[in-house]
């Protein structure tokens, strides 16, 4: 362990906007140091292994990532795009959206024309509408990559699509209440909620897989790995199991970063990649106005999931090289308030790529919606790799019940799912709040509202001149949404336009 303590940029978090920030500054010249509380780097790019069979954490796929769309050249500039194991989705359908006491499958395709076409198979009078739809997607990713070309602000992002309601859009352009559905089918991704939800994050996730969707082979760890190396090689530290416990204010500045384990890192700059509440809840030795806390900490938390991760016998399940969204009720908007009593009344399916490719699918990973409430009881328990400690059997005896549930749901859209599985584990909102530090294990960070745009952007530059965040909390969630962020989190620490030098343009 090296012995000088002073960095130019201290980063708390290994998520994947801290090793973009990490690496990127690095490569500016600037003395990196990563500090992360887990055994694995990476956030939502961590893996685990259950029965010899490898599964994501939080990667299921990815968009933007053919040659010259804008995340592709984003990854290009770090390195990932030559290192990545990656398998394009189905072009006809990389999600399908499907009803109960509905046989059909309805498709969303990749690339413009295409997704329309699809589409119009199943609405033929509704063409012009869906084109209609695909244009305004476009209109606003555009917008959204041009805005950020031209300015570091955060102004850059206050468009008007922050403050149209997504739901009303849609309902906008069709009549067709079962086409409405099927446009905003994939809404979990994002934890949309009907009346709430603004167009500008709807457009830009699902604009992205629009363009092209992928898998990553083998899971997401990759990039972790990679991004670790890269700062390594920059001159940068890591330092895995140093969770982050205080932030230490002198002159209004954070001049210290203080471990749970009692190591001191002297620090210009610091990032916080973890809820920007969080972080101001570590500040030791400054004041902050109480209004600027309760403006970041009383923002409502997105829905959060139960997860249950699925090995499969070999040769039984077919390998699907597309993703499956389910409803057991109408109004995809309103499914994250779901009755317990009727719970699982949605679930996605995302099976796993594995290498070398086979016919059969090896694993998948189940998500159903689950409400932090569900498992309050168990909230003073914590439990992880590094730190582990069981939650008791009432809590596993709740997990097997939820489990055996949501197979049952899947097997009814998929006849033989029950019996192809060799084993099965879970999942819960404890789980994503412990490993991830978020709070209530909040999938997507804070609940996005069109109604007021600001409450939950958060702006990069905190209240403290050289305390930075970064991740989903600021922006947007998913691969686009935090990697677009730690652009343009480093163009604020730096005060310039980053996001063209790596975008171009």
């Known amino acids: 362990m090296e012995d000088d303590r ?42 685990f292994s259950r029965d010899k069979t490898l599964f994501d954490t939080g990667v299921h796929y990815i968009g933007e990532l053919d040659e010259g769309e804008p995340l592709h ?20 359908a990389f999600d399908v959206i499907s009803f109960d006491g509905d046989p059909r499958e309805y498709p969303l395709a990749q690339g413009r024309e295409h997704f329309v076409n699809r589409l119009a198979e199943f609405f033929p009078e509704e063409r012009v509408s869906i084109q209609r739809y695909v244009d305004v997607l476009k209109e606003v990713s555009d917008s959204f990559y041009a805005n950020q ?6 102004e850059a992002l206050n468009t008007e699509a922050m403050r149209t309601d997504a739901q009303a859009f849609i309902a906008s352009l069709t009549s067709n209440i079962k086409l409405r559905e099927v446009l905003a089918g994939n809404i979990p991704l994002y934890g949309g909620l009907g009346g709430v939800t603004p167009l500008h994050q709807h457009a830009l996730i699902v604009n992205s897989y629009l363009q092209s969707a992928w898998r990553c082979v083998d899971g997401g760890a990759q990039m972790a790995k990679h991004l670790a190396a890269g700062i390594r090689s920059r001159g940068g530290a890591l330092f895995r199991r140093k969770e982050v416990s205080e932030l230490q204010v002198e002159n209004g500045v954070v001049r210290r970063v203080q471990t749970a384990d009692g190591d001191v890192f002297e620090a210009k700059y610091v990032i916080a990649n973890f809820a920007p509440e969080k972080a101001l809840a570590l500040l030791r030795g400054g004041a902050l106005r109480a209004s600027y806390r309760r403006r970041i900490a009383d923002v409502p938390e997105t829905t959060s999931f139960f997860a249950l991760y699925v090995v499969f016998k070999p040769g039984t399940f077919p390998y699907l090289t ?81 489990g055996l549930r949501l197979i049952n749901a899947v097997n009814e859209r998929f006849p033989g799912f029950k019996h192809a599985i060799q084993s099965w584990h879970t999942a819960t909102p404890l789980t994503l709040r412990d490993y991830l530090n978020v709070p209530r294990g909040a999938a997507y960070g804070k609940l996005k509202d069109y109604r007021q745009p600001h409450r939950a952007f958060v702006s990069p530059q905190s209240k403290i001149p050289n305390l930075f965040f970064t991740g989903q909390y600021v922006h947007l969630h998913g691969i686009k949404g935090v990697t677009t962020t730690a652009l343009l989190t480093c163009g604020m620490l730096l005060n310039e336009p980053v996001f063209a030098e790596v975008v171009g343009g």
């Open 6 to 47: 002073t960095y130019d940029v201290v980063i708390a978090g290994s998520g994947l906007g801290g090793l973009l920030c990490g690496y990127y500054l690095a490569g500016r010249g600037m003395k990196v140091c990563v500090l992360e509380k887990n055994v694995q780097y990476g956030g939502c790019l961590q893996v």
């Open 73 to 92: 050249r984003i990854f290009s500039y770090f390195g990932l795009m030559e290192h990545l194991k990656l398998e394009r989705l189905d072009t006809d």
């Open 149 to 154: 070309l031209r300015e570091t602000s955060w």
């Open 322 to 402: 597309r993703n499956y969204y389910h409803y057991s009720r109408p109004d995809v908007w309103s499914a994250v308030n779901y009755h317990k009593a009727q719970w699982p009344d949605s679930w996605l399916l995302y099976p796993a790529a594995v290498s070398p490719a086979q016919p059969h699918a090896v694993a998948a990973t189940v998500l159903a919606y689950m409400h932090y409430d569900e498992v309050r009881q168990w909230e003073d328990s914590f439990n992880t790799t590094a730190q582990p400690s069981g939650r008791g059997d009432d809590y596993e005896n709740f997990k097997h019940q939820r």
